[in-house]
């Protein structure tokens, strides 16, 4: 199990550049099987297969550069920490009853 560990690590995409290099190893295999489309395929046919192979790699390397995480950037340590911002629920509050009162909302209501 161990050594299909480190072969399963081999394929993993780690840095932009590896992918960069993937989605041009895509293109490449997609111009000659769009060109392959044309021959097979002459006419208004062909074009639209063409186009569909060519622009998958649009597809497959937007979903491949959204996979893998940019390197941080540098970042000056200013005099202060950075603050922490606690995250913020954009929801609506909802109406607590009280532990002693089990009754509907609308019959504890006075006119």
């Known amino acids: 199990m161990t050594m299909l560990k480190k072969i399963g690590r081999l394929f993993v995409i780690k840095t932009r550049t590896e992918a960069w290099l993937i989605i041009y190893a895509i293109a490449l295999g997609a111009v000659e099987r769009g060109r392959h489309y ?9 074009m ?8 998958v790699v649009f597809l497959a ?5 959204d996979s ?3 390197q941080p950037a540098a970042v000056k340590a200013g005099p202060y920490p950075a603050r922490f911002r606690r995250g913020v629920t954009r929801s609506r509050p909802t109406a607590r009853l009280s532990r002693s009162y ?3 909302r609308l ?3 006075r006119d």
């Open 107 to 109: 019959s504890s209501r």
């Open 68 to 70: 893998v995480k940019p």
């Open 38 to 46: 044309l021959e097979i395929y002459p006419g208004y046919g062909g």
């Open 48 to 55: 639209m297969l063409a186009l569909a192979c060519t622009g």
């Open 102 to 104: 089990s009754g509907s």
């Open 61 to 65: 390397g937007a979903k491949l550069l």
